[in-house]
């Protein structure tokens, strides 16, 4: 009995934290009933210094929200090395580019000392897609704000070590084409062939949402070398990929630095934060047909057909975590770069 009250005030402890601290995104979106749901169905778990909460190379069954503690970010590379990219504090995400990405942990997460964690299941979070996709979507929208703020504290240091490095420069052939290339509205009776093959190669939206979706975009015709999201764009806006593929890449002096290739079907998004405009470039790498929203239309779906923006906002996040997956390995590639000076 005596160990039961503990508990419960261990948890209670750590729901009023997450509640009050402005350290913990979930506040922003969650109220204090949807906070204790959350934590009646998670686990606290706690970890000794240098204990490893997720190894690299290990499918996260799930997500963890650092309570208490600190907890490094450690790569190790091919060469045996290992790099420091980072340190989570109280109220930071981790686990999240395996969970989102259903793939192996590109990094290992080690308390730095003594670290409290909410470990939410794989279960639980697909049991509340399905059944309450708003709460769904509040976690994803806690999970994404994170990950944009990191991308910007990210950016920082890698523009630090591009304008040190010994990269080329882009020609001013190249910075002339990328600034004077547009892509262009395409022709009506090319739309329908492409509307067509989006609905039969990609079922993730039902004919009805693919209609409404069709309403609120643009079929865009880019040739190559067309920089359709440049950075610190101050505004939102999402395209799916249809033909062709699109280059992530972050500039800094003339100077290019390659994150990933987006292919067909997939989304790619800019999302901006409030006084933080985004911090990546996209350039076609091919000629490419693209399905644009803008952020009127992401606002106007948002408003008015909330199953469907649930359904979007999901690949945002998908679109934006693998972003951060990019960067932080272009990180890495870079602090080796520097380690071999």
Not at 78 to 94: A, D, M, Q, V, Y
Not at 222 to 245: D, F, Q, T
Request: glycine content about 4%; some cysteine.
């Amino acid at each position: 009995m005596i160990e039961k009250e503990t508990n419960e005030r261990i948890t209670d402890k750590y729901i009023q934290c997450v509640y009050e601290s402005e350290n913990f995104t979930l506040n922003k979106y969650f109220d204090i009933k949807e906070i204790f749901s959350l934590f009646n169905y998670s686990q606290i778990i706690s970890y000794i210094a240098g204990k490893i909460i997720l190894k690299q190379g290990n499918k996260s069954e799930g997500i963890f929200i650092v309570l208490e503690g600190t907890v490094n970010i450690i790569e190790k590379t091919i060469g045996k090395n290992k790099f420091h990219l980072g340190t989570l504090s109280p109220g930071e995400f981790l686990g999240v580019t395996s969970y989102i990405g259903n793939e192996s942990s590109p990094t290992s997460f080690i308390a730095n000392d003594n670290v409290t964690c909410l470990f939410i299941s794989k279960t639980y979070l697909n049991m509340v897609a399905l059944i309450f996709p708003e709460i769904n979507y509040k976690i994803l929208k806690s999970i994404t704000g994170q990950v944009c703020l990191h991308l910007i504290n990210l950016h920082e240091r890698v523009i630090e070590y591009i304008a040190n490095s010994d990269m080329s420069k882009l020609s001013l052939y190249g910075r002339v084409v990328h600034s004077m290339t547009k892509p262009s509205i395409l022709q009506d009776y090319d739309i329908e062939k492409y509307k067509e093959l989006l609905k039969n190669l990609n079922t993730y939206f039902n004919e009805d949402e693919w209609s409404y979706l069709f309403k609120q975009c643009q079929f865009l015709d880019a040739p190559k070398n067309c920089k359709i999201i440049a950075e610190n764009e101050p505004s939102s806006s999402c395209y799916i990929v249809i033909r062709g593929a699109v280059q992530s890449s972050i500039m800094k002096d003339n100077k290019l630095a390659k994150l990933s290739v987006i292919g067909p079907y997939t989304l790619l998004a800019n999302i901006h934060l409030e006084n933080h405009p985004f911090t990546v470039t996209f350039i076609t790498c091919e000629s490419s047909i693209l399905l644009k929203m803008n952020e009127i239309n992401l606002k106007y779906i948002e408003k008015n057909q909330n199953q469907l923006w649930y359904k979007l906002y999901n690949l945002i996040c998908k679109s934006v975590v693998a972003l951060q997956k990019s960067i932080d390995k272009l990180d890495s590639r870079l602090q080796i770069e520097n380690y071999n000076r």
